[in-house]
């Protein structure tokens, strides 16, 4: 099990400032989500180089997998944000699915969605690079989002049946939408290949709201998971003392100090 910070942990600073955080943290890799904001990738992966450590997940272009009518313009943004990857050595694309259209049966927009992702998975498979379908909470952060069950999204995956299509599990957004979040996340285990945590309610440091997650991560390190676990969360502290305490408090109790 790997653990990773999400760019904007420390606000106004750049990739580069965080990647020497990580790297001072003994975590292990960043998100950035907006990799056409980077501007120079040759730099960045130079930096990433010297400083020994880089990012292990972005996000495709903002397109709906839901709209027949973006089929092709969704998978020219994967094919863009692979060529990105292969440039910085990401490995996990992170895709939300777009807002449910109106008057639009729910199981043909499930079946655009499908379409769309088998046409993309040669084109990852060929990469060695997971597209990461996430579903988001409709009650609190994202009303109208089309995927935000687990077991619906799970059928998606199952309907794609790639090894290079699969889930980021957000437990905050999974805790609002549906609960049962250790039962959800081991059970669909081999259909995720990435976690999102922060705590409820307030979208927080862990530690700060009602997710037991020394309970949920020590659960899901038993069923042998070893990608990565992303902090994605604002703080209600300093950065630093926050990650000091996420991983005394946590990381710590589920891994072992020899992890870090």
Not at 165 to 192: P, S
Not at 218 to 224: D, E, F, L
Not at 245 to 256: A, E, F, N
Request: proline letters at 3%; glycine letters at 8%; aromatic letters at 8%.
């Amino acid at each position: 099990m790997k653990f990773s910070l999400c760019i904007g942990a420390y606000s106004g600073k750049d990739v580069i400032y965080h990647l020497e955080k990580l790297k001072e943290h003994g975590l292990h890799g960043l998100e950035y989500y907006a990799w056409w904001d980077l501007g120079d990738l040759r730099r960045i992966a130079k930096e990433q180089e010297r400083i020994g450590v880089g990012i292990n997940a972005t996000c495709t272009r903002f397109i709906s997998l839901v709209d027949e009518s973006l089929r092709d313009a969704y998978i020219a943004g994967v094919r863009d944000t692979i060529e990105a990857c292969k440039m910085l050595n990401v490995t996990s694309i992170i895709s939300q699915t777009g807002n449910e259209l109106a008057g639009v049966p729910r199981e043909d927009q499930r079946s655009v969605m499908v379409e769309t992702l088998k046409h993309c998975a040669p084109l990852l498979e060929e990469a060695g690079i997971v597209l990461e379908v996430e579903p988001l909470n409709g009650l609190v952060d994202h009303k109208g989002h089309f995927l935000q069950r687990s077991d619906e999204s799970v059928e998606v995956i199952d309907r794609v049946d790639s090894p290079n299509v699969k889930l980021v599990f957000d437990v905050y957004h999974q805790q609002i939408t549906e609960g049962n979040v250790i039962r959800n996340a081991t059970g669909y285990i081999d259909r995720i290949n990435h976690f999102h945590i922060a705590d409820n309610p307030g979208r927080k440091q862990p530690g700060t709201g009602e997710l037991n997650y020394v309970n949920i991560l020590t659960a899901i390190k038993q069923t042998g998971f070893s990608g990565f676990v992303g902090l994605e969360c604002g703080y209600t502290i300093d950065t630093d003392e926050a990650v000091e305490q996420y991983k005394r408090d946590i990381i710590t109790p589920v891994l072992g100090s020899r992890h870090l």
